[in-house]
């Protein structure tokens, strides 16, 4: 009897190890990568996800999948992003073995002027209502991507989000939690409550949202192609709304918009290739970053060790101090980006860092000239990937989750409010200007090795961005992570100096970690200087996909945010 006991015990733990063990051994909980051969597709809404799969099924290719998944999410996810707002792309084009930057973001209004701003008492232009309005730069961006790489009709790529639009998708629960905080600050506004509430209130998780203006602007923009949303009766909607409000956003701005092609700037780590956009967004500051981190052995360190948490902080401290000098529009600042990225920059950096203590602040790597970067930001990522081996990383957004709260009449989206980044200083790199693209924040990424295309990925969520691109990359190359698991593992979030907007940091800022990092790890960071502070949510929301040396895809979507990887 004994013995059978014994038996049975013994018999009841190898069935629980073979059903319960992550054979990865990693000490977060994390899951398989989602592996597919003829069409990938990772975003952060699952039926955003599923229409890219049935775009690439019908035909279309990556690009394709991407604007079509890009629609959707403005309809399920306009917590995050929506036509009112900007993109940014980077795409592997399969053909002439290239990659290519799109840089889709707006300008400020021609007849709004610096001198406006200061004669009327702002210190700062507002997070919401008309005046931080910014030509929206969207629709324009998908129709480049199209018109150069796409190859379905746009009727076809819209053809989804308009019929969900018309019949309704159930809203997800992080999607409805960040709705329902938006709607006391953004309801004020005129167009607001009618076009994005239920009787007054956000959705829940599972209502079912429906928005006929956006399928009927969605309608005019598929057959009418990129001018039916930058002239005619959509943008005088939009004009005569903004100026009703007290904004200066007016059909002329709206009809000079273009979008522009970019050239990818990138850095070595550790034999990768890591891809990013210049200014005017942030991307360059995760290239910094790695610059730094290179000269250190984070492999024998180990992830998560105080070493390596103390070194991410202070090379992100030095990389921000040059982004909130530099990053601006390049057609009105002189930015040395070569120098900014270069290794030689970065040896000097490195030199400043102590491996024992915190700086509380760090003195300017050039010439001082001192913008402000602000740090917040909802946006949504997506990534796609098709039979061919096109790969588009994608990354578009409204800034300050639904934006301005500036919703024209019958149209059905809100407009962004970008223009909040401008600095009303003058003669900083990112000083309010008439026709001005502001800094930006939001950026997509992507790595190559030996010239291939190895990686399509990017982290979404404010100043968080650059700092989660770096810990991706880290994570995999230095800690032998995969995809998914790169992406949940815990994170590491500094914050800026608790000095106002513009000012240098001072104080050495604030670290925020995740959960998952060991006690022992918290305690000799404070015991270096570090300012340990708890935070919910600051950390970000990631999307991935890895073509491996078989032309196999692996996804990878994350459990912060309602997203899906899936392929075919």
Not at 285 to 302: C, R, S, T, V
Request: glycine share 12%; net charge neutral; with cysteine.
């Amino acid at each position: 009897m004994r013995r059978f006991i014994a038996l049975c015990f013994l018999t009841a733990i190898a069935f629980t190890s073979l059903a319960g063990d992550r054979i990865t051994g990693q000490p977060f909980a994390t899951r398989s990568e989602v592996l597919a051969r003829n069409g990938m597709a990772a975003t952060s809404q699952p039926l955003a996800t599923q229409v890219a799969l049935d775009i690439l099924k019908q035909g279309g290719n990556a690009i394709d999948a991407a604007i079509a998944a890009n629609a959707v999410l403005g309809l399920v996810e306009p917590t995050g992003n929506g036509i009112g707002g900007d993109i940014f792309a980077i795409v592997w084009d399969a053909k002439s073995q290239k990659l290519y930057g799109l840089n889709g973001s707006g300008r400020s209004p021609e007849s709004l002027t610096l001198a406006w701003f200061r004669k009327n008492g702002y210190g700062k232009i507002p997070a919401h209502g008309p005046l931080p309005v910014s030509v929206p730069g969207t629709v324009d961006g998908w129709f480049m991507l199209h018109a150069r790489f796409g190859h379905l009709p746009m009727q076809d790529i819209l053809a989804p989000a308009i019929r969900y639009a018309r019949e309704g998708a159930p809203i997800t629960e992080l999607i409805a939690y960040y709705w329902q905080r938006s709607v006391p600050i953004l309801g004020k506004y005129p167009g607001f409550l009618e076009q994005f509430t239920i009787d007054g209130r956000a959705p829940k998780a599972g209502d079912i949202w429906k928005n006929p203006n956006l399928a009927s602007t969605l309608e005019k923009i598929a057959s009418g192609g990129r001018d039916a949303f930058y002239r005619g009766e959509i943008a005088a909607t939009m004009a005569r709304y903004v100026q009703a409000q007290g904004g200066f956003l007016s059909e002329a701005d709206l009809a000079a918009h273009h979008g522009e092609w970019v050239e990818p700037v990138s850095t070595n780590y550790r034999g990768y290739d890591i891809w990013e956009l210049p200014p005017n967004g942030q991307g360059i500051a995760a290239l910094q970053i790695l610059n730094i981190l290179e000269g250190f052995d984070l492999k024998k360190y180990g992830f998560g060790s105080p070493e390596h948490v103390h070194l991410f902080t202070e090379a992100k401290k030095l990389a921000f101090e040059d982004r909130a000098r530099y990053y601006a529009d390049p057609g009105f600042a002189k930015i040395p980006v070569a120098t900014l990225i270069s290794k030689e920059y970065a040896a000097k950096r490195r030199a400043l860092i102590d491996m024992n203590k915190a700086a509380a602040s760090y003195p300017p790597g050039l010439a001082e000239t001192l913008s402000p970067a602000l740090e917040h930001g909802d946006t949504i990522y997506l990534t796609t990937a098709d039979k061919d081996g096109n790969m588009v990383s994608l990354i578009q957004s409204n800034y300050r989750g639904m934006g301005s709260g500036m919703a024209p009449p019958g149209l059905g989206f809100i407009l962004q409010d970008r223009g909040e980044l401008f600095d009303l200083t003058p003669g900083r790199a990112n000083s309010y200007a008439p026709g001005k693209r502001p800094f930006h924040t939001i950026i997509p990424a992507f790595i190559t090795k030996n010239g291939r295309p190895w990686m399509s990925f990017g982290l979404m969520g404010g100043a968080m961005q650059p700092q989660g691109h770096a810990q991706i990359v880290i994570n995999m190359v230095d800690f032998g992570m995969n995809a998914q698991e790169a992406g949940d593992a815990p994170r590491i979030h500094h914050r800026g100096s608790s000095q106002p907007t513009g000012e240098r940091m001072t104080d050495g800022g604030e670290l925020n970690l995740e959960s998952g990092f060991a006690y022992a790890t918290v305690r000799a960071l404070m015991q270096k200087g570090h300012k340990i502070a708890w935070a919910l949510g600051p950390y970000g929301g990631y999307q991935a996909i890895v073509r491996d040396a078989n032309g196999v895809y692996h996804g990878a979507s994350e459990s912060r945010k309602d997203g899906q990887a899936a392929g075919f």
